[in-house]
C-alpha cells in the first residue's frame, strides 16, 4: 500500500477547520453559486466528464464551486477519474494502482480495480506514483469532493506534453475502462485557462490598458470554451498548439472529451468563468477559470 502526502497546502488551508470555512466561502463568494451545495442521492447522473480550475482556493475556489454543487445535483458517483497535467514535468502518462491520499479530513483511497482497468485498455499510461508526488492540479480538487461524499475513490491520472494520438488513446483506455467495470464514475480534467502576464512571459496584448488585456484573456478562452462546449478534442489540441495558448491541461481536457463523447456526451456547458483579476484584482498575473460539464 503506497500513501501519497499531500503537496499542495497552501493552495488550501491545511487545519480541517479553516478548510472547511474556506469551501464555504467559495460556495458563497460573490463569484461562486452563492448557495451550498446538498448531495441529491435521486440525482440523473448525467454529467460523465467535467472541468474544474486548480489554482489556490483564493483565487479559483469560486469557480471550482459551481463546478461542485453541479455534481452533488446530478447525484452520488462511486468514484472520480482525475486528469491532470504534470506541472513537474513529469513525462507521458501515469497513475496510481493503489494507496491512499492523505488530505486533511481524512484518506482518500485508490479505486484499484478501475486503475487496473484502464491501464489493461490503455497501456500508454504507466502505474508510476511518484508522478504525482509533487503534483498540485489534481489534489486541489479533493477537499470539495471530500465535503460531498465521504466514501468516494478516486483513480488520478497525470499527464505531460501529450500529442493527439497519447490524448485519444488515454481518452478511451479511460472510457473502456468505465464500460467494463460498470463503473457510476465522473471524470475530472483539471486546467486552468490563459496565464497572462511577465510572470509567465506571455503578454501578446501588451500589459496596459488592463481592460484591453483582461478582454484579450476572456476573447482567447472564449475560444477554448466554444472547443469544450461542442466536444471537439481534437479542436480544442489543435487550437492551443498552433496559438502557443498557455492553458497547462490543455491534454487532460482533451483525453476527457474524447472519453465523455465514447460514454454518450452529447455536449458542454459552462458554468462559470472567470480570471483572477475579476476576482481579487490582481493584475500583474492574470489566469483564466473555468468550471464545465459534459453530459449526456
Known sequence: ????????????PGNKQALM????????SEFGPKSLPKVNPKGARKIIACVSPHAGYYYSGPVAAYLYRAIADDGKPDSFVLIGPSH?????????VEGNWIMPEGRVPVDTALAKAIISNAAIILDEASAHRD????????????????????????????DWETCEEVGRGV??????????AVIIASTDLTHYGMMYGY????TKPIEKVVKW?????????SKIETLDAQGLLKLVRTKDLTMCGAAPVTSAIVAAKELGATKGMKL?????????????????YLSAIMIK
Open 1 to 12: 500500500m503506497r500513501d501519497r502526502s499531500p503537496a499542495a497546502i497552501g493552495f488550501y
Open 21 to 28: 470555512e474556506m469551501i464555504k466561502e467559495c460556495y458563497l
Open 88 to 96: 513537474m514535468g513529469y513525462p507521458g502518462a501515469s497513475t496510481m
Open 135 to 162: 503534483e498540485h492540479s489534481l489534489e486541489v480538487q479533493l477537499p470539495f469532493l471530500q465535503e460531498l461524499y465521504k466514501d468516494l475513490k478516486i483513480v488520478p491520472i497525470a499527464l505531460g506534453m501529450s
Open 175 to 184: 472510457a473502456e475502462a468505465i464500460k467494463g467495470e460498470n463503473a457510476n
Open 203 to 206: 503578454a501578446p496584448a501588451g
Open 217 to 225: 484573456v476572456h476573447d482567447t478562452d472564449g475560444e477554448i470554451i
Open 272 to 288: 462559470q468563468y472567470a480570471t483572477s483579476y475579476d476576482i481579487r484584482g490582481s493584475s500583474d498575473a492574470i489566469v483564466g
